[in-house]
Structure formats: structure tokens, C-alpha cells
């Protein structure tokens, strides 16, 4: 079997209700649709969500990347040879979610041509992920509102707070209100996107200290190491590390430096390849993981969902999962369903995404 041809489709969806953060804002899913095929008939599928604001790519320069570089180097190679894919591909620097969305490709065409799902080929530890929602930026009473309703429709119980606003008396009362209307059963963790120093996160601990909030990610950003390792030190909740750790290397750094102590693992950064090694170093290091989401479609989360459930360490706690109810519309011909506060791995063979190709017609942007 050999790579026959890359497709790099761009496509926009608008979000209905768009998502505000400490290091950007969506409005629309401007992302690219990856598809490799093969001369057997097989086809890979993978999604593509460009982040300037945080890795600097954007949905032009991915798909000049995947176009002009990564294709004409991997055309013709056996799909299988993913040492020898990632070795080319890891010769050209950044472009993470590029390098991520083909690992995924390549690993769907694998489990096509086995006639497994790729989250049994992983690891096959559960079929099902539990899921947490994200909350952006908004008055406390109205993330108290979508919070409620989000726990009542889907039986969601946990909940990632978007925070890093000035002042900080807005992200500390959106805590308070948060607990206070959830109760002490639900769980509450931080992300604040870089977006306070060290010093300003360690005021915030302070005045949330009761409230049982689980895990602070990505408080300030990675160049104020000192800061940062004085924070870990101090807090009495893991600081999860995102931004700060796209890559294998990046996360023994900090780790290793005492940067963080905990690590968010996003599929649409690493692939499942690189992601293995990164959950391989924090298991080995006794770091805990969380399952991240790069404000992904179905398609992402399909993939997020399949590397989660796949291992034991990344089902401890509820991935997030959920950001793709933001969105107006998607690209699967079947949509995903939260029951529970769980979604299912699609026992297909391969990741188990496919397309509708009405509404890939509908919303691509390259006609």
C-alpha cells in the first residue's frame, strides 16, 4: 500500500456561540480537512485547526506546509513506514497541528486496512471518555446559566473555567458563583491562557483557597521560569502545562524544570504517535494528564475521544470533549451525542469519522 495523494481542504463553520479567552477569540471553525489516500483505496481523515494565536499557524500557511512540503516528500511511501514519515516530516520545525492532523490520517488508514478502531490498535482500555465543558469569557450569572444547562442536558460534571482576565476580581467571582450555584460535587479547574504573571496566579489561589478548584493550567507564560517554578512549589493544586508543552521535548523541560506538574495531551498537536510518547514520559514521571481540546470539531474530538479511552491514565479524568456544541454545524455524517456526560468511541474501523460530503461542499472555501 502507498500514499497516493494529500488532499489540504480549507473550511469555515461558524460558531454559534463563539468562545472569548486570555489568548484569542473564535468566532468561525477556520480549519483545513486532511485526507491521504492511498492506491488501495484507502483513505485517511484527519482535522486541521489552525491556532495563530497560540503555535502561530494559520489555515493558509497549513495548508502551503502540508501542500508544498509534507506531500511531495511522503507521496509514494507505505503508510505503515510512520517512523520514516515522522522523520521527514520532524525535519521542518513548528507546524504542530500540520505534523498532528497526518499522524491521525495515517493512523485512520491504518486501522481501515485492519478493519479495527484505532482506539483498540492504542490500547483499548474503555470504549467511552468522560466529558468536561469549557467556559469562556462571561459574566459569572451567565456561565452559572450555560453551566447548569450544560450539566442538566448532557449530565456534564465538570468544568474548565476560562480565566487570566484583569481584574482578577472578575475570575475570582466567577469561581465563587461557579461553586456556590454547583455545589461541592461538581468539579471546577482554571485555564488561564498565559494570561496573568506567576504572582498574579498566586493572588488567585489565594482567594479561591476553599473552593475546591482542581487543577490551574497554563497560568503565565513559560518565560517567566522562575516565577513559574516558584508557583508550582506554592500551589496546592497541580499547574498543568499547555501551551508551554506542544512537543515530547517540551514537556520534559518543563517538567523536568519544574515548570509545571501536570500535563494537558492534545491529539491535534501531537497526533496519537507523539502523544504516546508524551503520555509515556508523564505516567513514567507519575504526571498527571488531562485530555485537552484545541476547540475542535466532531472530527477532532473523535480523535480525541480515541487516544483518551485508549489508556488508563488519560481516562482518570474528564477530557475535554465538549466545544464542538459551540458550533453551528459540522462535517460527520453522523453527529456525535453526549449521553451521561460520556461520549463513545465509534466502533468503526479506523478513527471512525466520515464525511458528509454535502456539507463539506457546503462549507469549503477553496471553490
Known sequence: MKIDRIEAIPYSIPYSRPLAFASGYVSDAEHVLIRIHTDEGITGVADLPPRPYTYGETQQSAIAIVETIFAPAIVGMDPLERG????????TVHNQTAKGSIDIALWDIIGKSCGLPVSRLLGGYSDRMTVSHMLGFKPAAELLDEAVRIRAEYGITTFKLKVGRRPLALDVGACLVLREGLGSDVDIYLDANRGWTANEALEVLSRTEGLGLSLLEEPCDAKEAMSRRRLVTKSAIPVVGDESVPTAGDVSRELLSGG????????????????????????????DVVMGNQIDSQIGTLATVAFGAAHEATTRRAGELSNFLDMSDDLL??????????????????VGAEIDPDRLERYRQDR
Open 260 to 287: 509545571c506538574n501536570a500535563i494537558s495531551i492534545k491529539t491535534a498537536r501531537s497526533g496519537f504517535t507523539e502523544a504516546q510518547q508524551i503520555l509515556g514520559l508523564c505516567t513514567g514521571l507519575g504526571v
Open 84 to 91: 520514516k514519515i515522522h522523520s521527514i516530516l520532524n525535519r
Open 333 to 350: 455524517s453522523e453527529p456525535l451525542t453526549i449521553t451521561n456526560g460520556t461520549i463513545s468511541v465509534r466502533g468503526l474501523p479506523g
